[in-house]
């Protein structure tokens, strides 16, 4: 099992910054792949950032990138969602998400945490 909790979403206007954090605990967390996803209203869930269990490896949505940068702190066991150059239509609520790497889903949610970008 791995518990998340996410913070760090908030207001912010057109073109400025946040950084999100989701801490792990419970299962090793350095055994998990980690994600980062949104939902924004009457939209389906879509997947962000993804970041390998040592680091090395990432992956970005288009529509992030150049922009967003995971990473991710073993030893703190925390992910990390940088966002720069936020538009209006980056406002939803993110998601970090566990996958164990003997698995191919998602096992784990947090909770979510907003974000709201005015224009």
């Known amino acids: 099992q791995v518990q998340l909790v996410e913070s760090g979403g908030g207001l912010v206007q057109a073109g400025g910054s946040l950084r999100l954090s989701c801490a792990a605990s419970?299962?090793?967390?350095?055994?998990?792949?980690m994600g980062w996803f949104r939902q924004s209203p009457g939209k389906e869930r879509e997947s962000v950032a993804v970041?390998?269990?040592?680091?090395?490896?990432?992956d970005y949505a288009d529509f992030v990138k150049g922009r967003f940068t995971i990473s991710r702190d073993n030893a703190k066991k925390t992910v990390y969602l940088q966002m720069n150059s936020l538009k209006p239509e980056d406002t939803a609520v993110y998601y970090c998400?566990?996958?164990?790497?003997?698995?191919?889903?998602?096992?784990?949610w947090g909770q979510g945490t907003q974000v709201t970008v005015s224009s």
């Open positions: 419970g299962a090793t967390f350095s055994s998990h792949t």
């Open positions: 998400a566990a996958r164990p790497l003997t698995r191919q889903s998602y096992d784990y």
């Open positions: 970041i390998s269990w040592r680091g090395g490896s990432t």
